[in-house]
């Protein structure tokens, strides 16, 4: 790409200035429609070391309102961050509907820099690409905008600003080691780049290469290119993506109907393995945080399956520096201006940590498909969506344990009936309860078709047969150890 | 991805069946929404030998009225189709809208092919997945729905059926050689296979990997995915798709008001070179059939500007066995209903042939723009299609000559008022050219922006400054023979 690259053409000094003129107040006019339409603006911006990349994004910005953008400038990631899964950082940072963020170097500048820098595998780099690919898929797919923009300078070039910039007391600061090393090994970094901008380059998500030469001309081409890709998604409303076909290897699991519900456990059994469980997870905890691997394990279930309870009997047994539990309710209005998974993004665990859900991504093959807050073409492509989720989850290290809690209608209707009989247990019961109930049988079809295609053989659903709770807790105890054993021994 | 693919969980017998009837009912349902939505459908069925490709067409077909598809067996290009570009059988093929077109086996068939049987370079093997990308980009951001299936099957079961249809006489026809080979060498063509599904996995025109080990659970799995992708697509109406960046080497070009036209060329002067012109062209054209290098000319300019005299003067020298004039107007139905570039693909020359386009593809953004025929976001994109257009017939030898036909505005007031004032050449002359006059300040930024755009260093513009025609057709004569004495060189 960058040695075939072809900019536009440069415009004499009066042509340029007018057409930045013109630029300038069209991305001006743009920020009310994209907070209109709701479209989000992700700016990649990428680029050779003393390229201008950080000159470029300050002069986009003079043309927005500073209630619609940020700027996040990735540095290399901090501790924190290296504990949590490679693109997790970047996730985190993606803008709300209708604003825009700009990224000074993101995910191109570290996977590229683990290449150059060694101690990267060809494997471990394709499966980088892919995370990147599905990522920017998942972006675009869900009606981010994704700009991506790749400053070029010529090693000459290059060379010429660092020694001007060093030359200068006040401006020495801005030269690093690796723009230095760059310069150095300018033909390998330019093949390690360009490798990359085409194992990248989507239709929906094209990389648009800059001649970063002159600040102004640089700036003109970044604001033409960017309003134009505001225009073309100011377009496309409720844009239906096609569904890829599943990749990921699937179990085979029973339908809810096919479960027996009539498992029981006596008081005195109960009580002595919950005691002997509990304090082999404890042990396991410990070590799972000196080994440093990362536990998410989630709930979903009928009202009143005995989530909660079921829950407490995990947490009881772990170190509460060490864990997190997670109820998940409707989002925020800050969560739904975002991707669907920007919330989960945001709560995985520290790997050593265990993050519990109560509730969790799947609500949207649940509820936001049931009761319409999402298309149809959304909740259906949500599947292979949360599939790769859980996948850089996955090859991140973590353990995933999904548990399904199961209880029949009649068990649920007592244990209805039981709270609204009891006035100490009456606020956990409302009316929404009722109206979802009175939904049971499409609720049914929809679980059944989410453990169908999200029963992966890296995250599949466990059934927790919940008539008899404590039966459930003991099912539920053994599971997260059996799991965890199985990640310590590998 | 052959290694990875998961397929949908294949149903139970009754299951099946009732699926089946649903899926079988939708695709029939479906018919008359894709007429009505002008959308056409393309669906392309790779896959092992001996998988089934034509039994699941047939099957798929069955659901269809006959007047809604066709179906093109796609064999090894015939000589003729050799004598074309790479894509252009495959391009000739796609359907009109609200139609659909199967192809058993085709662009991956023939690549995949070339692969295994030697004869293919990597640098050709990388190009050519470059122009599928372009060509299969172009028809999703041209509004076709595309769906890509693969039918696998595993080797055991490949040579099983290779053995069953070899042992019956009736069905012996049906094993080729290729097939034979295919399954001696499995892992290898495997391998072939998935990197060809790899790189050309888009995300708008994905691949589907179907389960071809039995044929009532192949068609269930292609049905429920072509009626889902259908269903996709009629959801999304007239979408604007990214521009991508211009990665041609451009050449520099004057605008139209900067192009001096006192240029004049004496009587005598014209007939003698006229004549040592032609004759020399003359000679060319039997070098370039023998050295079978094929040549796209094409005209473009203002009414009047002497297009047709220029033709002339050029066909005159040229042997009728080995050239054709394709005068361009505005598109028969058919033509509307595909590609704009349909109709060009279409009457490419053999190698060794000469086709001269008087007028062409180039109505996109001209004609089209500046009369609403097609979106802003179509003829915007129409730069980058038609440069990518011209590097497939660069890319396949040939030698492009485009001239922009150039006068100014009074001397086209003067040829027209002579055309109306003189009885036997008013059929030149009508209401639409005066209506067209009275734009000309538009269509020349239109004309000046193609230019700019278009002008490519493999397929530049050549501005004929036709205020004198003879001039104009003296300079158009060196042109042709200069490029085709370059071509004969190389």
């Known amino acids: 790409m960058l040695k075939n690259v072809q900019y536009m053409e440069k415009p004499e000094e009066e042509d340029l200035k007018q057409r930045l003129k ?24 990428e680029g050779w070391g003393t390229a201008g990349k950080g000159s470029l994004i300050g002069d986009l910005i003079q043309n927005i309102d500073p209630r619609f953008f940020k700027v996040a400038p990735m540095d290399r990631p901090s501790e924190e961050e290296q ?79 660092i020694k001007e910039l060093t030359g200068n007391i006040d401006t020495k600061w801005r030269v690093s080691e690796d723009d230095r090393w760059q310069n150095k090994h300018y033909e390998k970094c330019e093949l390690v780049f360009d490798r990359y901008l085409e194992d990248t380059h989507a239709p929906s998500a094209p ?39 599943n990749v990921f290897p699937l179990v085979k699991m029973p339908k809810l109907s096919e479960i027996a519900l009539d498992q029981t456990i006596e008081e ?9 469980l509990q304090s082999q997870l404890q ?14 394990i989630l709930y979903e279930g009928w009202d009143a399956a005995g989530k909660g309870g079921n829950i407490k009997r995990i947490t009881e047994a772990l170190d509460p520096r060490g864990f997190e539990v997670h109820p ?41 498909r049931l009761e319409g807050f999402c298309s149809e073409n959304d ?17 991140w290290g973590a353990v995933i344990i999904k548990f399904w809690v199961q209880i029949d209608k009649d068990t649920q209707l007592e244990r209805f009936e039981n709270r609204r009989d009891t006035p100490e247990k009456r606020w956990k019961i409302t009316d929404e309860d009722w109206r979802n109930r009175a939904k049971w049988d499409v609720y049914e079809e929809a679980v059944d078709e989410m ?20 039966y459930a807790r003991i099912k539920a105890l053994k599971i997260v150890i059996e799991e965890i054993q199985k990640a310590l021994k590998e």
Chains 1, 2 share one sequence.
């Open 22 to 45: 013109r630029a300038r107040e069209k991305l001006a006019g743009q920020q009310m429609l994209l907070k209109d339409h709701k479209v989000p603006v992700l700016v990649l911006v």
């Open 83 to 161: 504990r949590k899964p490679f693109l997790c950082r970047y996730f985190s940072k993606i803008p709300e509907a209708g604003k825009f963020m700009f990224l000074d170097s993101g995910w191109m500048d570290e996977l590229t820099g683990m290449c150059l820098h060694g101690g990267i595998s060809q494997k471990t780099y394709e499966q980088r690409i892919d995370s990147i690919r599905r990522f920017e898929r998942q972006l675009t797919d869900n009606g981010y905008l994704v700009i991506k923009f790749f400053c070029h300078i010529s090693q000459k070039e290059q060379k010429k600003r």
């Open 451 to 470: 453990i169908e295609k999200t029963s992966t053989s890296y995250a599949p659903w466990h059934i927790l047969e919940s008539v008899d709770k404590k």
């Open 283 to 296: 042990e396991l905890h410990n070590r799972l945080y000196r080994m440093k691997v990362p536990v998410v």
């Open 328 to 368: 998940i309710a409707s989002p925020e209005p800050h969560e739904k201006a975002r991707h669907y998974l920007w919330r989960f993004w945001t709560r995985l665990p520290k790997t050593g940590h265990i993050a519990i859900f109560d509730r969790s991504w799947y609500g949207r093959v649940m509820v936001e």
């Open 379 to 395: 909740w259906k492509r949500a599947y292979n969506e949360m599939n790769e989720f859980e996948k850089e989850l996955h090859d």
């Open 207 to 245: 990389w648009y290469v800059i001649d970063a030469k002159s600040q102004k001309w640089a700036e003109l081409q970044a604001l033409e290119i960017l309003t134009q890709g505001i225009e073309i998604a100011l377009q496309n409303q409720s844009l239906a993506v096609p569904l890829l076909q």
């Open 268 to 276: 005195g059994e109960y009580k002595s393995e919950l005691k002997r």
